[in-house]
C-alpha cells in the first residue's frame, strides 16, 4: 500500500523518457499519472508495464461521452487495473451514474474521480459555453453533482480543496495539480501552492510534474516532499 500523496504527471512524447524515469522513482513513494498524450502514443502497454514495475496508476482519459460510452470505457480501465480513473463532471447525471455503476459491476474498483471546469478556461471562455453561474459557483455545482452520483472526488486547484470538501463531505477526495516546491519556477502554472500548504487546505493527492520530473534527482526531491508531508 503506498502511503504518499504524491502523483507523478509522466508528460512525455517518448516511451524511453518515461522508462528513464521511473527507473529513478520508487513505487512505494508515489504514483504515476499517464495521460492522453502516452496513452495515445503507446496504448494500454504503458500501463502494463508500468504496473510490471510496481507502480499504481491514474489514467487521466477524462472520459466524457454517451453514458454507455463511457460505461464501457470505465470497464475497460478498471480491466487493466488502475488506480484511479476520471470523467468530465459536465457529462451530466447519467453518464456519471454508469461511470459508478461501471465500476461497481467490475472486480477492480479503481477511484472515480471528476474533472469539474478545466482550470484553463477563462471566466469569459465559461460564460461563452453558457453556463449560467460564475466559475466558483459552477465547479461548487458539478463538484456536489459528482458527489451525489458516488463520485469519490474531484480534480481541483488546491485553493479549491477545503471549499469542496464543505459543500460535499471531507472524505470526498481532492486531487490538486499546480504544485510548486517553495522559490521554484512556477512554469505555465498561475496559482501555486506548496505541498505542505495544498493538504493544509484540503488536497488529497497531489499532482506533480515537472518539480519531480526535470530535477536532476528526482527520487530525492519525492523523499523530500513525502517527508514534508508525513
Ligand atoms: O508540470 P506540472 O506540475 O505543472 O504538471 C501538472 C500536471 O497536472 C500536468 O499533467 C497538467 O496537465 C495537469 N493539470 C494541471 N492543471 C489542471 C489539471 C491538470 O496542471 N487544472
Redesign the pocket.
Same mark, same amino acid.
Request: hydrophobic fraction near 30%; charge should be negative.
Given at each position: 500500500m503506498v502511503t504518499s500523496k504524491v502523483i507523478i504527471? =509522466?508528460?512525455f512524447s517518448e516511451r524511453q523518457q518515461v522508462l528513464d524515469l521511473v527507473s529513478r522513482l520508487d513505487p512505494q513513494e508515489c504514483r504515476l499519472?499517464v495521460?492522453k498524450e502516452l496513452f495515445t502514443s503507446y496504448g494500454p502497454q504503458i500501463v502494463r508495464d508500468l504496473q510490471a514495475l510496481g507502480f499504481e496508476i491514474f489514467l487521466?482519459l477524462k472520459f466524457h461521452d454517451i453514458p454507455n460510452t463511457v460505461y464501457k470505457a470505465i470497464r475497460a480501465a478498471a480491466d487493466l487495473g488502475v488506480w484511479m480513473v476520471n470523467v468530465h463532471a459536465s457529462g451530466g447525471r447519467t453518464m456519471l451514474t454508469q461511470a459508478r455503476q461501471a465500476i461497481n459491476d467490475s472486480q477492480n474498483k479503481p477511484l472515480l474521480i471528476a474533472?469539474t471546469i =478545466?482550470?484553463?478556461l477563462s471566466a469569459s471562455e465559461v460564460a461563452e459555453i453558457g453556463y449560467g453561474q460564475d466559475v466558483a459557483n459552477q465547479v461548487k455545482h458539478l463538484a456536489r453533482l459528482s458527489y451525489e452520483c458516488g463520485l469519490d472526488g474531484v480534480?481541483?486547484?488546491a485553493q479549491e480543496a477545503n471549499i469542496i470538501k464543505s459543500v460535499t463531505v471531507p472524505e470526498f477526495l481532492t486531487v490538486t495539480?499546480?504544485?510548486?516546491l517553495a522559490d521554484a519556477t512556477k512554469?505555465?502554472?498561475t496559482r501555486v501552492m506548496t505541498p505542505e500548504a495544498a493538504v493544509a487546505n484540503g488536497a488529497d493527492y497531489l499532482?506533480?510534474?515537472?518539480?519531480?520530473?526535470?530535477a536532476d534527482n528526482p527520487l530525492a526531491v519525492l523523499q523530500e516532499i513525502n517527508f514534508s508531508l508525513r
Open positions: 504527471a =509522466l508528460d499519472k495521460g487521466d474533472v =478545466l482550470t484553463s480534480v481541483c486547484s495539480p499546480g504544485i510548486r512554469d505555465d502554472q499532482v506533480i510534474g515537472r518539480p519531480i520530473t526535470q
